[in-house]
């Protein structure tokens, strides 16, 4: 079987190389390389220190080794798509377009295809069923990253290896520190996919520049403070703000006039709702529910968390509603909810909230 292995130089990449030649195959590597220096004025984060990582994986595991670029193609799809969002006052995803779009899009298109699995550092696993492969949660529920894949489609999950999904993340560490890789001890990445240790709001700000407006407590329209511009702020959003006397939560936006209004408490009603709203709505493996005529028992995400939320699903028309079997805080429009069965188990399917 030909492999192409997506390695980042983080510790879990790393591993995945490991474990694919523990288990007999000899991956290609790919390191995806998108140079942002230049035209962007950014540094072009540990790119060099990345592909120092990457080499000697490749060397130490007798790996091909492929550096390409997807620079052009990741700002015309999830750079735009991420600026796009934010103007329009919504809170997108860029990681959940990433894997869609590049690593599991573009890079199948281009160089892929040639190969009969895509492996990657996801804590993800797939389960074989009903002679179909549908994406399924990782043995560690606190680094699951199943919600990130979310938006990909049955082609793109069919082809996808995942060698430590059914690894704990502390595991991962320790066959990198017995293996003696270079990543063993690196910390994990915290910035928007590929961007690495671009700051977010200095990332918008580049774009969208800055534009002051007023804070303004919801309930009784006083003036708290000033912000600069309404596309730095989500909704649910509680740090940042710079206000005394909080918690304070960002409740909604009006981006016509640059307002941002907020609520004060842990339990003002105002920051929580049980229906979700979604549009777009795919489904990654099959569609298991046919004609849609009554509600469907679900568990789902509305974020990137370890937990999950009981609720039940409905169609209306061409929306699907979630209605949670209990309130949630801070349901941003242009956000994903991703589906998962009632085991939590298997991810089922996922559309944009509006």
């Known amino acids: 079987m030909e492999i192409a292995a997506l390695v980042s130089g983080g510790v879990d990449s790393s591993v995945v190389v490991h474990q694919l030649k523990e288990q007999g195959f000899n991956p290609t590597i790919f ?34 080794l492929e550096i390409v670029s997807l620079h052009t193609e990741y700002w015309e799809n999830v750079v735009k798509y991420t600026i796009d969002n934010v103007r329009r006052g919504l809170t997108p995803n860029p990681d959940m377009m990433c894997n869609k779009l590049i690593k599991f899009g573009i890079f199948n298109e281009k160089w892929g295809y040639q190969f009969d699995k895509i492996a990657t550092g996801h804590y993800a696993t797939t389960t074989e ?27 793109q999950v069919s082809k996808l290896m995942l060698p430590i999904g059914g690894l704990l993340k502390s595991e991962v560490r320790d066959i ?16 928007i996919c590929f961007l690495g240790k671009v700051n977010y709001n200095d990332f918008i700000k580049r774009y969208l520049g800055e534009k002051k407006g007023q804070i303004v407590e919801l309930e009784t329209g006083n003036i708290l403070g000033t912000h600069h511009g309404y596309w730095f702020h989500t909704i649910g959003q509680r740090k940042g703000l710079g206000l005394s006397g909080g918690p304070w939560f960002v409740i909604k936006k009006d981006i016509n006039r640059n307002i941002i209004y907020v609520s004060k408490g842990y339990d003002t009603e105002f920051q929580y709702g049980n229906k979700v709203n979604l549009s777009g709505f795919q489904f990654i493996t099959k569609d298991i529910w046919g004609d849609f005529d009554s509600e469907k028992e679900i568990t789902f995400k ?13 169609k209306i028309g061409d929306m699907y509603q979630i209605r949670s079997d209990e309130k949630i805080q801070g349901i941003a429009a242009g956000q994903f909810g991703v589906i998962y069965d009632t085991d939590e188990h298997i991810c089922l399917a996922s559309g944009m909230i509006v």
């Not at 990782?138 to 082609?155: E, V």
């Not at 990198?176 to 910035?191: N, V, W």
């Open 31 to 64: 390191y995806i390389k998108i140079g942002m220096e230049d035209e962007h004025g950014f540094v072009d984060c540990p790119a060099e220190e990345d592909i120092e990582i990457v080499s000697f994986i490749a060397k130490k595991y007798g790996c091909k």
């Open 129 to 155: 069923k009903d002679e179909l492969t549908w994406l399924s949660t990782a043995k560690d529920k606190i680094k699951d990253q199943t919600y990130f894949l979310g938006q990909i489609d049955y082609l």
């Open 176 to 191: 990198a520190k017995r293996e003696q890789l270079p990543s063993a001890t690196r910390k994990d990445s915290q910035g």
């Open 302 to 314: 509305i974020r990137h968390t370890p937990e999950f939320t009981k609720g039940k699903i409905s």
